[in-house]
Structure formats: C-alpha cells, structure tokens
C-alpha cells in the first residue's frame, strides 16, 4: 500500500495547522515532507516533466501556506492540498499550450515500424503507450485512481468533478486500455 | 457469448477490483468458466489492472525540494491577472498613447474643443420637480489631461504589479 513517507494523524494534523497559523512557520516543513511525492507525484501525472513538475509542486506548496487560513476544516487537509496541485499542474499545461486535446478516438496504428517493434517490446510498453492515447482526464482518472492512496470520491473531488463522472471515465479507461490490447493480441495471433 | 456486453464489461471491473460481494462473485466466476470471450475478456482486464497497479508508484521529488517551498513562503505570490510579459506589452501601449496625447495636447490641438452643455429640465416632460437649468462648459484641454492623468495612473500600477513586484520578489527570493 502506498502512504506518504510517515504517518500523521488528522488531529495531529489540525495541530499543526495551528501552530502554523500562530506564526510557527517552521512547522510547515513537516506538512510539506509528508505530502510532497504524493504532490509531487500528481504533477508529474499532469504535466509529464520532472523539472516543471517539482517547480508546479512547490509553487503549490507556498500558495497552500498563504491560503492556509481559508481552509476548511470538514475536508481532508490533503484533498484541499491535492486540488491546488491538480489546478496549478493545469494551468501550467495550459500554459504550455500542451492543451487538453481530445484524442479519445484516435486510432492506434500498427504501422510496419511498429511491427518491428511490437517484437521486441512487450505488452506492459504497449499498455503505456495505449495510455498515452486516452483523452487527457480518462488518464489522469486512472492513474490518480490507481494511486490507492485515493479513493473515488477523493480523484473526483481533486479533479472538481462529479463522482459518477469520474466512475464512468475510471470505467471507459480501463474499457479503452482493455480494447487496445485485444487489437494487440489479435494483431499477433495473425502475424504468427 | 459472442461478445462482451456493457453489463457483463462492469461486472468483469469490478470482479478485477474485488468489489464484489461472495455470492455475486461466485455467480462471475461461474459464468467465466462457461465462456471463452469472457475468459478472454477478463485476462486483458487482468492485464490493464497489473499493469496500473505496477505503475502506481510514487514519484519523489529533489532532496532540496522541503528547503526550497520553505524559502518561497517568505514571498507572497503575486495573482495578477497579466503576465509579465503582456503587462509590459499594454504598459507600452498605454505610455505610447499618452505620449501622443501629450504631443497633441502640448501643441494645442485640444484647445478649440471647447462646448457648453446645457442641461433644461423643461425638456423632460415626465420631471415634475423645478430644478435649475444646469450649464456646463465642456473644455477639450482639461478632459484630455483628465483622460492622460488615468492611463498614467493605470500605467504605473502596471509597472509596479507585472514588472517590478515580480521582479524584486525574485531577486528577494535568490
């Protein structure tokens, strides 16, 4: 099961809400070390660079401290922090103009070049390249689904959107992945 | 079964995920073992599982990473709604237009704009109320330097939020 570095309490949590909020600055650090990969790990499925992803997490960070005294206390301290990061990574992207295109229907291609690959390659390269077809939210869907940390109700509350949307493109994700591999399996039980 | 239906698609899904209770599961298992395409069907989903939950994993930042957002927080982002770059465009445009205004304006071009307004509440039928007859004398001069005052004024709250509190903040911050 995948946690965040060390375990920390929501009371525990809350507390250092507090004494931050009191002007203890440096117990921020603590916060920051227990959920950065998780923070990082988010903006880096977003926007697929290492660089701009850490830069994107820390800026995150500094713009959850400065709203720290807005922050709700019914709602996990991490899903608020995780919807921050989910926002600034797209903005970012948007940014970059590598904008949400919908390639829900593209066709992966088995061109000759690929058959000289698919040999060489197994079905796990395949699957992630198949990924990389999947509209832009099916992916980010899944893989934040996929994250366990997360549960539905938490993606679809990072990502602002309603939890039976996010059922369903969990759903036609996976659907999609499943059909490209068939495509794959077909494609090399006639090559043999 | 020929083919996989939408029904049968969840419950495959959801038989990968374990969400299923016993008796559901056994039913699932049960037809699974009747049908091909089913057992065709669960084994790319089985696959397309393994492999997400293999890529699961977390990705871990730079060791310096806690350091560097401790260091940023002593400076307050700044959420101006232009860039640094297309604030500088309009501060261009603004300061290229004031500088035209002043060209004009200093060679008298607005001097001859000059028109009274006269304002008669005699001409509103439906005012029942006796108001003066309000004059005033519109000067081309004044409402130019008025106009050059504001985009001066909008001109140097540019300068300060796209350009120069951005970049003292990044000085501050190195």
């Known amino acids: 099961m995948l946690r965040p570095s060390d375990v920390i309490t929501r009371q525990e949590e809350f507390e250092l809400i507090d004494q931050i909020l009191a002007g203890d600055t440096n117990r921020y650090a603590r916060l920051v070390d227990h959920y950065k990969s998780f923070a990082f790990t988010i903006a880096m499925k977003v926007l697929e660079n290492r660089a701009e992803a850490e830069e994107v997490a820390q800026d995150s960070f500094i713009k959850a401290y400065h709203y720290l005294k807005t922050f709700n206390r019914e709602a996990k301290f991490s899903t608020w922090l995780y919807r921050i990061v989910f926002n600034t990574a797209i903005s970012q992207k948007r940014k970059n103009k590598h904008a949400f295109v919908s390639i829900e229907n593209k066709i992966i291609e088995y061109s000759e070049r690929a058959d000289i690959d698919l040999e060489k390659e197994d079905k796990q390269v395949f699957i992630a390249r198949a990924m990389e077809q999947l509209n832009e939210a099916d992916r980010l869907s899944i893989q934040l689904y996929y994250l366990k940390e997360f549960s539905l109700e938490e993606v679809a509350d990072m990502m602002g959107q309603n939890l039976n949307t996010i059922k369903v493109r969990v759903h036609r994700a996976r659907q999609r992945l499943a059909d490209e591999l068939n495509k794959l399996l077909k494609h090399e039980a006639l090559t043999l | ?174």
């Open chain 2, 1 to 174: 079964m020929e083919k996989v239906t939408t029904a049968w698609e969840e419950l495959l899904q959801r038989y990968v995920d374990n969400d299923l209770d016993t008796t559901e599961q056994r039913k699932v298992a049960l037809e699974i073992e009747k049908s091909v395409v089913l057992q065709n069907r669960l084994v790319e989903l089985k696959a397309i599982h393994d492999f997400l939950v293999g890529n699961a994993k977390l990705e871990m930042p730079a060791k310096n990473f806690t350091e560097k957002v401790m260091q940023g927080l002593s400076v307050r982002p700044s959420y101006f709604f232009l860039s640094p770059r297309n604030g500088l465009l309009l501060l261009i445009g603004i300061i290229s237009m004031c500088s035209l205004g002043f060209i004009l304006l200093s060679a008298g071009a607005f001097d001859a704009f000059n028109m009274p307004l006269t304002l008669d509440p005699q001409a509103l039928k439906s005012v029942k109320i006796n108001l003066p007859t309000l004059n005033v004398s519109l000067n081309g001069k004044w409402m130019m330097r008025t106009f050059l005052f504001l985009n001066c004024a909008v001109a140097f709250v540019l300068l300060d939020r796209t350009i120069l509190r951005p970049y003292f903040q990044r000085r501050a911050s190195m």
